[in-house]
């Protein structure tokens, strides 16, 4: 079938043609419209080139997932191939990837700043002349492993294994790099967690093992943020979208923050702490729900360490 559709007074082709996906395929109660290509079509993904308006002129590209790394939460992309070029054109939300279900924030299409970086480092460079003197020349993986490894061989042999730092931008390997660490009798691991979240991380591991937890969120029926989490903190992209489902289930959110913030204008209450007195602010709340006998004691049983705490002697 081919032709046009008149709607709103705008003609619409309806023609079904196979590749025309996004503009022959309009159906007045929108179900032809898609946040995403469907995955069936991730190989052979057709758009028309907006350049050559009106002409519709087709471009095939390749999709092809990734995830963005320019926070923690790890979102999925689609890479979009340009197979004539067999490059990079720009990266969208991929709709299958379970944490971030195909949505971005501004800096998941902004990776494609850093495909194209000039000074994008795409090889090992060793320093030439002075530190400082800004001299480089290009070296081989090979000659980078074979000269580290034996600098490294030497100091642990020599034991001067507190000469070796490991410094990472974004851990994204947790536990195996920290075991070769250890292995290895050094003590030296550093990452930008170190001045990021590193205090949340240990409690969160004191408490219960894990130190990035991700909260049903979506299922919960009261949640307390401490400080922007929505549309700042840690995971803010999967969390923040599951946080607005839980809101639009009924449940409540609490924000403690000083600031009204974005996320605390969400809030169905706002704690405007002083700053520094939320330690004191959970630990009141903890005496009351502990006096007052308000929380579900087979949960706690079941799911923290009690025994532990009880035999330290806290009550
Ligand atoms: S929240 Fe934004 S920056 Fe972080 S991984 Fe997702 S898209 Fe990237």
């Given at each position: 079938m081919s032709g046009h559709s008149l709607w709103l007074g705008k003609a619409f082709p309806t023609a079904s043609k196979a590749g025309d996906f996004i503009v022959n395929d309009f159906k007045r109660d929108g179900s032809h419209l898609s946040s995403a290509p469907p995955v069936e079509k991730w190989d052979d993904w057709i758009e028309l080139d907006a350049q050559a308006w009106p002409r519709k002129v087709q471009r095939h590209f390749q999709l092809v997932p990734t995830i963005c790394f320019n926070c923690e939460s790890s979102c999925g992309m689609l890479a979009y191939i340009n197979k004539e070029t067999g490059e990079i054109e720009k990266f969208e939300g991929n709709p299958t990837h379970p944490a971030s279900r195909g949505r971005l924030c501004a800096k998941g299409p902004a990776t494609i700043n850093q495909i194209h970086d000039p000074d994008r480092i795409l090889y090992p460079l060793k320093r030439v002349g002075p530190r400082g003197g800004g001299k480089w020349e290009r070296v081989t993986w090979a000659e980078v492993l074979a000269t580290l490894g034996a600098r490294m061989r030497k100091a642990l042999l020599e034991k001067r294994n507190e000469e070796i730092m490991y410094h990472v931008?974004?851990?994204?390997?947790?536990?195996i790099m920290d075991r070769v660490l250890q292995a290895w009798g050094v003590d030296g691991h550093n990452s930008h967690t170190n001045v990021c979240s590193s205090s949340a991380r240990l409690g969160y591991m004191l408490w219960h093992y894990a130190d990035r937890p991700s909260p049903d969120h979506a299922n919960a029926r009261f949640i307390l943020l401490l400080s922007a989490h929505l549309e700042s903190g840690h995971y803010f992209n999967p969390h923040a979208q599951r946080i607005i489902e839980g809101k639009m289930a009924g449940a409540k959110l609490a924000v403690m923050d000083p600031r009204l913030s974005n996320t605390a204008s969400m809030a169905d209450y706002w704690l405007p702490t002083y700053p520094g007195t939320e330690t004191a602010v959970l630990l009141a709340m903890a005496k009351v729900i502990l006096d007052e006998n308000l929380f579900d004691a087979g949960f706690v049983k079941t799911w923290t360490n009690w025994e532990q705490l009880e035999l330290e002697g806290v009550d």
């Amino acid at each position: 079938m081919s032709g046009h559709s008149l709607w709103l007074g705008k003609a619409f082709p309806t023609a079904s043609k196979a590749g025309d996906f996004i503009v022959n395929d309009f159906k007045r109660d929108g179900s032809h419209l898609s946040s995403a290509p469907p995955v069936e079509k991730w190989d052979d993904w057709i758009e028309l080139d907006a350049q050559a308006w009106p002409r519709k002129v087709q471009r095939h590209f390749q999709l092809v997932p990734t995830i963005c790394f320019n926070c923690e939460s790890s979102c999925g992309m689609l890479a979009y191939i340009n197979k004539e070029t067999g490059e990079i054109e720009k990266f969208e939300g991929n709709p299958t990837h379970p944490a971030s279900r195909g949505r971005l924030c501004a800096k998941g299409p902004a990776t494609i700043n850093q495909i194209h970086d000039p000074d994008r480092i795409l090889y090992p460079l060793k320093r030439v002349g002075p530190r400082g003197g800004g001299k480089w020349e290009r070296v081989t993986w090979a000659e980078v492993l074979a000269t580290l490894g034996a600098r490294m061989r030497k100091a642990l042999l020599e034991k001067r294994n507190e000469e070796i730092m490991y410094h990472v931008g974004r851990p994204g390997h947790d536990f195996i790099m920290d075991r070769v660490l250890q292995a290895w009798g050094v003590d030296g691991h550093n990452s930008h967690t170190n001045v990021c979240s590193s205090s949340a991380r240990l409690g969160y591991m004191l408490w219960h093992y894990a130190d990035r937890p991700s909260p049903d969120h979506a299922n919960a029926r009261f949640i307390l943020l401490l400080s922007a989490h929505l549309e700042s903190g840690h995971y803010f992209n999967p969390h923040a979208q599951r946080i607005i489902e839980g809101k639009m289930a009924g449940a409540k959110l609490a924000v403690m923050d000083p600031r009204l913030s974005n996320t605390a204008s969400m809030a169905d209450y706002w704690l405007p702490t002083y700053p520094g007195t939320e330690t004191a602010v959970l630990l009141a709340m903890a005496k009351v729900i502990l006096d007052e006998n308000l929380f579900d004691a087979g949960f706690v049983k079941t799911w923290t360490n009690w025994e532990q705490l009880e035999l330290e002697g806290v009550d």
